[in-house]
């Protein structure tokens, strides 16, 4: 089944689950990747650590490293090297990653996003007429491709906060790469949707049989270039992916392509460095209890507007909207869609990479000001604004055209908690399936490889507007395009207890879906089950997105009543796999679930997974 929104990848520990998108119609944003089915999950406890990934296989590498006395960061490695293998349409080494970490005392928030090569100019996806070229024409091939930062984000994290040898997180990943994985039925299917892949050679050889279609089911797949590429990177850190012979591989792969080369070179590689921010944290009041919420800075927008929609609906009767016959109410999504409006406005006037562009007011924090969001909540009426304008928060300095709407697509997330009460939040991208469609093959003879990247199309593909003034996330050298990605951690106040770890993948999606599970957990005292079954909805500040064929036609009308466009997007296979709630110290086992459930993977896992 397809469907407008893809799967929530869940609460408290939760699974960060490949997105499955949808037979979109008109205006409804266009989703991640194809939908692959659907299977519910009854959710699942643990006592001592919790871990959650896209794939049962990568959860298990986590399990093992946790049971192995390891920290979340030394786990979240462990998963991260298997999906690289196993779920290779939506991250890997060859992409990016935020990694918001509480290690008992702070939070932390590590930035490992993509960079642009420095040879990249603001004209970097105009065409000859100056006008920007189509999206998907600017995906695949090298152009698209920026400096990856997963590994070294990695890295750094594990160099403060890693328990176990770097070496020894690399060994389920190369043995699984050595000794092959059956290809999953969600592999299968995104392989067989896929019109690009085969266009390249080594993806072509590696995933494709040689009449041209996706290895079966069940297809027991090696990847023994992968494995190299692991064992060097496990032996010299970072440097044995941005440097040496799969650096030279990567650059030459971009900037051979044949027909979209890049600009990405080696002294782009050897020159990343990834960044350690201060965590983005707000307060937040649900249900008569105090909530502080951390997420990540910009460059992702994820935080923010999440802050926002909360921050806004704070400010009207939302609190006091049940839920009608466990749905939500239209006066409900009346309101919470036009604070949606209202925050993605500002989103795309203001959200890029800070070491860029400057905050309003000098402090990201204005955006969540709560007199700020009282203002902008005095703009929601009876009816419909359709359409946000965003807003003026702090003494303004700098001053930029709106980004125009553009496609967003998926990513991967991982929840962890660890023994000693760390616990961490990653969600990690290669952006659109499968990249730019490049897979990196050091020339050995060896099968397989890794898969490149597409993040620089998150930048905006039209730099400036038609008056000529520049857009906040447009293309500049070095600069990290905007994300949507949000780990969100939660904690009790005044305790400072840790709540649960959150996140999704979705495009720009993620910002709802994360939301959703947060306002259906805390303010509608739902378990993570029940929060994330809820029927999925947003805006982008466009039409009212509905999940299809889960509201009654009753508050279809009601919102029509209040003058919402409306955009319904496809069956069941939005619904969220999993959830699993996860409390702040192991010690309180009566709230803490191990994985199970579905799919074709198999494997010995904790924590929440996706259907293979």
Known sequence: MKSMFPMLAVVAVLAGCASPPADLRDRAPAQPEAASGYQAKPGWRTQRFSVAAANPLATDAGYQVLKAGGSAVDAAIAVQMVLTLVEPQSSGIGGGAFLLLFDGRQVQAYDGRETAPAGATEQLFLRADGKPMAFIDAVVGGRSVGTPGTVGMLELAHQRHGKLPWRQLFAPAISLAEQGFNVSSRLHTLLASDAHLKKDPVAASYFYAADGKPHPVGHLLRNPELAHVLRLIAAHGAKGLMQGEVAQAMAAKVQG?????????????????????????????????????????????????????????????????????????????????????????????????????????????????????????????TTSMKSGQSGTPGAMTTAYAAMPEQVEYGTSHISIVDASGQALAMTTTIEAGFGSRLMVNTGAGRSGGFLLNNELTDFSLAPRDANGTPIANRVQAGKRPRSSMSPTLVFEQPSGQLVMSAGSPGGALIIHFTAKALYGTLQWQLNAQQAINLPNFGSLNGPTLLEEKRFPGATIEALKARGHELREGGGGGARPVRRTRVAAHPKDANRLRRGGGGGSDGGLFAGNRCPG
Do not use: M
């Open 257 to 381: 392509h044949a027909s979209n080369p890049g600009l990405l070179s080696l002294a782009d590689l050897a020159a990343y460095q990834p960044k350690q921010r201060e965590a983005l944290c707000h307060h937040w009041r649900a249900a008569a209890k105090d909530y502080r919420v951390c997420g990540f800075p910009p460059p992702s927008s994820g935080a923010i507007a999440i802050g926002q929609i909360l921050g806004t609906l704070e400010h009207t009767p939302a609190a006091t909207l049940a839920l009608e016959q466990g749905l939500p109410s239209a006066p409900w999504l009346h309101l919470y869609t036009e604070a949606a409006r209202l925050a993605f406005a500002d989103r795309a006037q203001y959200v890029a990479d800070p070491d860029f562009v400057a905050a309003p007011g000098g402090n990201w924090a204005n955006l969540l000001d709560p007199g700020y969001l009282g203002q902008r909540a005095r703009l929601i009426g």
